[in-house]
């Protein structure tokens, strides 16, 4: 099997990496739960494990059952998905880049002999201790950058601010429950307006916008978990595109990648 990239954690975030990478020609797996709590599902390969696939400009993701299946998706231009979050296809397929999408932000032990080249995305990672590489994810002058030294900024809590909002445009789940969603992607929503219920309590737009996210229904959640995003800005190319964020940050996956000789050989040869 040709050398790949794992790419751990199938959420938006992780979806300007795959895109980066899989246009430069790197093999990839994604991997995800049997249950991914994505809410820009989408522009999140995770959205594969409900559907079977997914595409997100113009890059598919197709759902396998085994490793043995990634070649041939490979063959035809398409990223496979598989659900194994534990990573019990390591061993059997030690993938050559393992690229930690999960956004856990707090610090987790990870073994830097996984792969030969892990990179952490985000707060929790530090260069040298659960990640050779961290790529900085918070908004502002450093977003995007590769640290083969210390650690990424802390989390803020705070999502960016859009047009006057910023924890406004993001809603959670009042009770615990199972989602129902009563609005699709795109949808143009007015204050007060149900966007989704938890259980039988509306979760309502706290102004006018689109909907960009929303948690895949059904599934169950607490109280206080994040189910939807509204977005001010009535453009409704945001909803089926990739963030000018995620792709920063695939920018430093790849730079990550580029800098290391031994994996740029694996990859291409050079």
């Known amino acids: 099997m040709k050398p790949f990239a794992l790419i751990w954690g199938g959420g938006d975030l992780a979806s300007g990496v795959v895109l980066r990478l899989h246009r430069v020609g790197i093999p990839l797996l994604v991997i995800e739960t049997a249950h991914p709590m994505a809410v820009r599902r989408s522009v999140a ?3 594969a494990v409900y559907d079977g696939e997914t595409t997100i400009e113009s890059i598919t993701g197709r759902l396998i059952s085994s490793p043995a299946a990634m070649p041939s998706c490979w063959n035809e231009g398409i990223v496979p998905v598989i659900v194994d979050p534990e990573l019990r296809l390591l061993s059997e397929s030690k993938p050559l880049v393992i690229v930690d999408c999960r956004m856990r932000k707090r610090f987790t032990p ?3 002999t996984i792969a030969d080249l892990v990179v952490g995305l985000g707060p929790g990672f530090i260069a040298g ?4 590489v961290a790529i900085e994810t918070n908004r502002g002058h450093f977003l995007g950058r590769a640290y083969w030294q210390g650690s990424p900024e802390p989390s803020t809590g705070i999502p960016m601010k859009v047009g006057n ?6 809603l959670y789940a009042p009770v615990e429950g199972r989602v129902q969603t009563l609005t699709n992607f795109g949808d143009r929503v007015k204050a007060g307006e149900p966007v989704l219920k938890v259980a039988d309590q509306e979760v309502s737009a706290p102004f006018e916008g ?4 929303l948690l895949h229904p059904g ?3 607490e109280q206080g978990t994040k189910v939807g995003d509204i977005d001010p800005r009535l453009e409704d190319f945001r909803c089926w595109t990739v963030s000018d964020k995620t792709l920063a ?3 430093g996956v790849l730079e990550a990648l580029l800098t290391r000789p031994e994996i740029r050989a694996a990859l291409w040869g050079t």
């Open 129 to 132: 201790e659960n990640c050779h």
């Open 249 to 251: 940050i695939g920018g």
């Open 165 to 170: 909002y910023d924890r406004e445009r993001v």
């Open 45 to 47: 390969f995770a959205q």
């Open 219 to 221: 599934i169950w959640v």
């Open 210 to 213: 689109l909907v960009r996210g």
């Open 110 to 112: 990870l073994s830097l």
